[in-house]
């Protein structure tokens, strides 16, 4: 597992995206999406939509969308948080509510990306902090693409809020539906921003 915020001696290891890289990537990305979409493997279920994750760090995420890549099996099963808190829109409800109804135009960003299964969209009204709770196949593809995207977020985003963490072979709905999987939430450390203090509410 790793979790990757500010430089530190682990995060300095893995390989910082070029502009051309990651524009490569993402470009890649979108040509498999609009693949998907045409063949209705790419959808968006809204069962999820509404419900409450609760932090281990005190805060609560409302999801607002889901993504899923349907069809293929998933045969090395990864959970990916990523998390983030933009800088120009600040406390804003309306730019808030105008970023959640844009950001559906960042989907085929990532749902091209090799291994992605599925993601939920997630936000804390309270303090303006953005939280994407993927499935990933493979815990390679996940890091790379999460080294790809927290590399973009940071031109935008409040410094130090730019963070993930990889979880390999944990489901993504077995870890909403049991937290402890991945271990209980220490009473003070790091981690807490991505485990849950509870399972998936609604």
Known sequence: MATMSR???RS???PVPTVRSAVRAFGSSVLVSCGLLVRGRLRQPVRQV???LRFAD???SRVYRETVH???PTWQPVLLVVQFQLRLIGRSRLLHALFRAES???TPLFAGFPGFRSKLWATDQRTG???GVYEWDGARPAVDYATTLTALLRLGSVPGSVKFHVEPGV???DFLRDPGLVGSAPPAGPDRWWRLASGMVA
């Open 12 to 14: 300095r290891r893995l």
């Open 58 to 60: 005190g805060s609560c």
């Open 129 to 131: 902090v953005y939280r």
């Open 50 to 52: 509404g419900r409450q």
């Open 70 to 72: 349907y069809g293929p």
């Open 104 to 106: 559906i135009a960042n």
């Open 7 to 9: 430089p530190t001696r």
């Open 171 to 173: 489901r993504r709905d």
